[in-house]
């Protein structure tokens, strides 16, 4: 079967612009993360849905960014007013089942870069 | 505030010899610890997942192995390949969904 999506696979655009990044989820899985790896560090952790909600945001940088699941599948994260520093490769994953439960199966990530 | 370390951050070696990475991490409160590989410019694939109330995992030639209560977790490759080389990365799972350390570096010289 497929495996997690995302798009656009690169994102280019100028500070201070919003950007919307999208993530398809392997089918049936109920979890879905979103993390921020910049280069040379390996991925932080974002937010965390089950189902349509969201489990712990507690990743979020500031309320620039802003993460919505409204049909418990696919996801968009939101950034608005965008800073150069918010460049860096933002990736998705999914499991089928919760935290502590399973594994995560990530996407190829989208990057973004802010000029 | 969990942390993880891998040591170390680079290594090369020659075609078919056996090596051992390192992952630390420094609260043992952890649901499972999971190895993954990251090729340049590409998103992660995961290797194996132990469970906090296992010791290993194997998966063809990877073995990796958890002690939780010292914190650490090895991932053994046998008989190394040049399509082994890659990033691997170390993550944690506990009150944070995963926590990362920066990667080792691996580079398998034919």
């Known amino acids: 079967g497929a495996g997690v999506s995302q798009t656009p696979s690169n994102k280019v655009t100028e500070k201070g612009k919003y950007v919307e990044l999208r993530c398809d989820p392997i089918s049936g899985h109920t979890a879905l993360y979103w993390y921020r790896q910049s280069l040379g560090q390996g991925p932080e952790f974002l937010i965390y849905?089950?189902?349509?909600?969201?489990?712990?945001d507690s990743g979020l940088p500031n309320d620039r960014f802003f993460a919505v699941r409204p049909e418990g599948s696919v996801s968009t994260l939101k950034i608005q007013r965008t800073e150069r520093g918010d460049s860096a490769v933002y990736l998705c994953a999914s499991s089928l089942t919760g935290t502590g439960t399973g594994e995560q199966f990530f996407g190829p990530g989208t990057r973004l870069t802010v000029l | 505030k969990q942390e993880v370390t891998q040591i170390p951050a680079a290594l090369s070696v020659p075609e078919g010899e056996n090596l051992v990475l390192n992952c630390s991490f420094t609260d043992s409160a952890i649901y499972n610890l999971q190895w993954f590989r990251q090729d340049p410019g590409k998103g992660l694939t995961s290797l194996l997942l132990i469970q906090s109330s296992q010791r290993e995992q194997t998966s063809g030639r990877l073995n990796a192995s958890l002690d939780k209560s010292s914190g650490r977790s090895t991932l053994y490759i046998a008989a190394s390949q040049p399509g082994d080389s890659a990033t691997y990365l170390c993550a944690v799972e506990g009150n944070t969904p995963l926590v990362f350390g920066k990667g080792t570096r691996l580079s398998v010289i034919a």
């Open positions: 849905f089950q189902g349509t909600g969201a489990a712990d």
